[in-house]
């Protein structure tokens, strides 16, 4: 059955952590850092955590909902092509892996109903965002809402004009890489640039067990 191949991969298999994470081998911790805590169980498939979401604890988003702001939530099966870099001359020459992607009829209602009251929708991660962007959103506004499933290979870079994603918490990410393409399409390069500086200035940590920006 479904459910004792699962149980046996969890018991033999190891924690994909990123390329740069280096050991010799995997810490009995890792099963626990190295996921959220909105993870779904059910939803196997993802090659690696969408780390912006490791900074929120249970507490936290209990805050959160406490002062009034609305949590949706999103799946993207994260694919090892995450960590790749851009290795072309050509920003428009480079090719996207494809990711499986879930958004919920309820979160669809809820970007449409905040979208209504010019209030901001922030994606917390590049994933969440990837996902957010990928929605056909002008088709979405004149159509009765359903739950949306698609494979995705947007890109990212700046000169994108964003249709949902208003702010996002992302990481520190790597250079020459898709995910600082895509901060900077939302950030502006400059403002990156800034705040780079000033990450390395106060040793910041980076990458994905590093800390967090908000960028608006």
């Not at 969890?10 to 010799?24: C, D, E, F, M, T």
């Not at 920003?91 to 209602?109: G, L, N, Q, R």
Request: proline share 3%; glycine share 6%.
């Amino acid at each position: 059955s479904d459910n004792k191949f699962f149980a046996e991969i969890n018991k033999i298999g190891q924690v994909p952590l990123p390329p740069y994470i280096k050991r010799s081998k995997q810490l009995a911790s890792d099963k626990n850092n190295y996921q959220t805590v909105f993870a779904d169980k059910h939803k196997i498939g993802s090659a690696a955590a969408p780390t912006a979401g490791l900074h929120f604890t249970k507490k936290l988003l209990k805050k959160i909902k406490d002062k009034g702001i609305l949590i949706k939530y999103v799946t993207l099966h994260v694919g090892l092509g995450t960590f790749a870099p851009v290795k072309v001359e050509k920003i428009t020459d480079h090719k996207m892996h494809s990711e499986f992607a879930m958004v919920s009829k309820s979160t669809i209602k809820a970007i449409l109903e905040t979208k209504k009251k010019s209030a901001r929708v922030i994606a917390v991660g590049t994933t969440s965002c990837r996902t957010l962007e990928s929605l056909d959103f002008e088709k979405i506004k004149k159509i009765n809402i359903e739950a949306q499933s698609f494979w995705t290979d947007i890109f990212i870079y700046p000169g994108y004009k964003f249709q949902v994603v208003d702010a996002l918490i992302t990481n520190f990410h790597l250079p020459s890489s898709t995910l600082m393409m895509l901060v900077s399409a939302l950030g502006g390069k400059k403002n990156l640039e800034k705040a780079y500086q000033e990450a390395v200035a106060k040793k910041y940590r980076f990458f994905s067990y590093g800390d967090a920006m908000f960028i608006n």
